[in-house]
């Protein structure tokens, strides 16, 4: 099923999309090198194979990590002689010197057109010197109504899928199939595959793929059988309300669903924003322990994992609770969307040009590590809303207790009087 034309792509429509950038560099046959990275089973390979398939260029697949400088020169050879070549370079954050330095001339030359796909951060993994000769570009999980689609067109298609198969894929089986493998395609192709490749056929020659065989089939049990899938989406409200009411008991009871349906990345995002949204000020160093237990989780997997995530999510639940930083970006954020909130003070503008300071930009600047206690009074909001105020701290904590003091004390000292 893999794409042989942007048009085919499933998801990542911000980059393929009609007049979005890589569609745009595929119409104007101005291509340049790049690098792709998110989750596995997203569509990097795919975006790979679409856009030589559009172009017609060559297309050819290494492994940074298992692959040879001998191989990269193959591809340099076929380059020479045709002109160009596209190269898909998977696990490309563990290209080695000796081979980044091979490559870099002939991406230079524009012979080979570098597609690089990682699922880790370029910016942190990938050498400077490569990182600088591409463009770089996220994925991101498939929707579930994307997974869906393109579900539906593997049972259909009868060249490149299972459309030969007569295959009745039930409605909570197959919504099983896609919230199960969490955006990654290529996890739910291969349970369909498997579903239906291991199930016989009933008497009228129909494979009826249900919901068992598709949780044994993607190692993941439902969370109920219900057909509209509220189920999933009722525990997990259930899951973060229970630590929000501090109900310890009640909390671990929705983990140990979430945990029996082997839902490890939901419960990953889920737990990092409870920390966040419901504890956060009150307790900063309860959600910082909460990342580093879904981090533990992550790194040993089920079953293992469930030992962090019980151990924050009962310190979660008997923690102090607050929620005035959601609550203050909200504020702001809402402010700006009004579009009431004019230009920055002039002292605070950019002062790092030539002709900044005719314009008087950043001259009256008061530099506060030049003044007792790194502190000076001096306006930093814009005038027309000099008197907002969007935090209001919630004394739940000894944590925030604190900082509401030291906000208390500055305010006081800049001796504007705040409103909302």
């Known amino acids: 099923m893999r794409p042989t034309k942007l048009d085919e792509i499933v998801g990542q429509q911000h980059l393929v999309g009609p007049g979005k950038i890589i569609a745009r560099m595929v119409t104007a046959k101005m291509l340049s090198s790049?690098?792709?990275?998110?989750?596995?089973?997203?569509?990097?390979?795919?975006?790979?194979?679409?856009?030589?398939?559009?172009?017609?260029?060559?297309?050819?697949?290494?492994?940074?990590?298992?692959?040879?400088?001998?191989?990269?020169?193959?591809?340099?050879?076929?380059?020479?002689?045709?002109?160009?070549?596209?190269?898909?370079?998977?696990?490309?954050?563990?290209?080695?010197?000796?081979?980044?330095?091979?490559?870099?001339?002939?991406?230079?030359?524009?012979?080979?057109?570098?597609?690089?796909?990682?699922?880790?951060?370029?910016?942190?993994?990938?050498?400077?010197?490569i990182r600088s000769r591409t463009q770089i570009f996220q994925?991101?999980?498939?929707?579930?109504?994307?997974?869906?689609?393109?579900?539906?067109?593997?049972?259909?298609?009868?060249?490149?899928?299972?459309?030969?198969?007569?295959?009745?894929?039930?409605?909570?089986?197959k919504l099983q199939l896609v919230r199960a493998t969490n955006g990654d395609l290529r996890s739910a192709l291969n349970g369909l595959e498997l579903a239906a490749k291991s199930t016989p056929e009933n008497d009228d020659g129909v494979i009826e793929l249900t919901l068992p065989i598709i949780e044994e089939s993607v190692q993941h049990k439902a969370l109920s059988a219900d057909k509209n899938g509220d189920a999933h989406y009722d525990v997990?409200?259930?899951?973060?309300?229970?630590?929000?009411?501090?109900?310890?008991?009640?909390?671990?009871?929705?983990?140990?669903?979430?945990?029996?349906?082997?839902?490890?990345?939901?419960?990953?995002?889920?737990?990092?924003?409870?920390?966040?949204?419901?504890?956060?000020?009150?307790n900063m160093p309860a959600a910082n322990r909460a990342v580093t237990a879904v981090l533990a989780a992550e790194k040993v997997g089920f079953p293992e994992a469930r030992i962090p995530l019980a151990d924050a999510v009962i310190e979660l639940c008997l923690s102090p609770k607050s929620n005035s930083g959601v609550t203050a970006i909200d504020a702001a954020i809402d402010q700006i969307r009004s579009g009431n909130f004019g230009d920055v003070p002039d002292h605070l503008k950019d002062s790092h040009y030539a002709g900044a300071a005719k314009l008087g930009h950043g001259t009256d600047y008061l530099y506060p590590h030049n003044y007792p206690n790194d502190w000076v009074k001096q306006q930093y909001l814009p005038d027309k809303i000099k008197h907002a105020q969007y935090y209001h701290a919630k004394e739940n904590g000894r944590f925030e207790t604190a900082l509401s003091q030291q906000y208390d004390q500055l305010t006081k000292a800049q001796k504007i009087k705040k409103k909302n």
């Open 34 to 129: 790049m690098i792709l990275y998110g989750p596995p089973g997203t569509g990097k390979t795919s975006i790979a194979s679409a856009i030589a398939g559009s172009t017609k260029y060559a297309f050819r697949m290494l492994n940074a990590a298992t692959d040879s400088k001998k191989d990269l020169q193959i591809v340099a050879e076929e380059a020479k002689m045709s002109g160009t070549v596209i190269l898909l370079l998977d696990e490309i954050h563990r290209l080695d010197k000796t081979k980044q330095d091979f490559l870099l001339p002939h991406l230079e030359s524009g012979r080979i057109i570098l597609i690089g796909a990682t699922t880790e951060n370029p910016y942190i993994s990938i050498n400077p010197a």
């Open 139 to 173: 994925v991101y999980p498939l929707s579930e109504d994307e997974m869906e689609k393109a579900v539906d067109r593997a049972i259909e298609d009868k060249e490149r899928g299972l459309g030969k198969m007569k295959i009745d894929l039930k409605p909570e089986a």
């Open 236 to 282: 997990i409200s259930a899951f973060q309300k229970s630590i929000r009411g501090s109900d310890t008991d009640a909390a671990l009871h929705y983990l140990a669903r979430l945990i029996e349906a082997g839902d490890l990345p939901i419960i990953a995002r889920r737990l990092m924003i409870i920390a966040y949204e419901d504890i956060g000020l009150a």
